[in-house]
């Protein structure tokens, strides 16, 4: 028996109003589901709508973007109904940590302030809980690290961070854009291996969206593709990579044999 979604998006529509009453649909009825526990791959080529896909779940569409339809729920209950849903319960890593996190905060201040924003711990405890957060991370030395700022780090560190930062307000989804956008080969490799470990040892569901078909390969359980703002196709890792039926995920997969990167490692 398929074990029950956690985090349901339901028909998801994005509309952009351009100059002259033009209206452009970079988010097309999207749909998607995660079980806790679960790792689910959102692909496609460039433009495709995934990281806008990403943003609008929590909310978050950047203008001139804006939702104009569908529904999110977390464990059956309406997400605008859900308490601390955006950066609590839903969790977001996003790319280039670097450019996101804070230049004029240290490490130790940007986790502490999330921490204490939802709820977990306060002052001295905070403290204690960022550096435990770093250390789940796989940053070691982490009680130094807290009062590092961001451009004393490396991008591997940056990284681990931000995976850190989502992780603050104890969540049980974990929406990933990118996340090793940047990164070395070995640093690529050593983020996968950290965010299998965090969602294995906590049970997060992990929505991952990547346009690098060995990354995913590598990581999820369940694919779906986008194509245009569309899940054009969908189903188990394995098998869609093996024999995908769409045209759009056809030339995902060429592109990724051509590059040697397509395989399950």
Excluded: C, W, Y
Excluded at 170 to 179: F, G, K, Q, S, T
Excluded at 240 to 256: C, G, N, Q, S, Y
Aim: proline fraction near 5%; avoid cysteine; charge should be neutral.
């Amino acid at each position: 028996m398929a074990a029950e979604p956690l985090l349901e998006v339901d028909g998801l529509e994005v509309v952009v109003r351009r100059p002259g009453g033009v209206v452009e649909r970079p988010v097309r009825g999207v749909s998607l589901s995660l079980a806790a526990g679960e790792r689910v791959g959102l692909v496609g080529a460039s433009g495709s709508g995934k990281s806008l896909t990403l943003l609008a779940i929590l909310g978050l569409a950047p203008e001139p973007a804006a939702i104009a339809g569908g529904r999110v729920r977390l464990a059956g209950v309406d997400a605008a109904r859900v308490p601390r849903f955006r950066g609590g319960e839903v969790g977001l890593v996003l790319q280039e940590a670097g450019s996101a996190l804070n230049p004029v905060l240290s490490v130790g201040a940007q986790l502490q302030e999330t921490i204490e924003a939802h709820g977990v711990a306060r002052g001295v405890a905070a403290r204690r809980r960022a550096a435990e957060l770093l250390a789940e991370a796989a940053l070691e030395d982490a009680g130094p690290l807290l009062d590092a700022f961001p451009h004393q780090l490396s991008g591997g560190q940056a990284q681990r961070v931000m995976i850190a930062l989502a992780l603050a307000g104890n969540p049980r989804v974990l929406l990933a854009d990118e996340p090793t956008t940047a990164l070395d080969a070995v640093t690529r490799a050593q983020i996968l291996e950290l965010l299998v470990r965090i969602t294995d040892e906590r049970g997060l569901a992990l929505l991952l969206v990547s346009h690098d078909l060995g990354l995913i390969a590598r990581l999820v359980h369940r694919v779906l593709v986008l194509d245009a703002g569309r899940v054009v196709e969908s189903g188990d890792t394995d098998a869609l990579l093996r024999d995908p039926a769409h045209p759009a995920t056809r030339r995902l997969v060429e592109a990724a044999n051509r590059l040697g990167g397509g395989g399950r490692a």
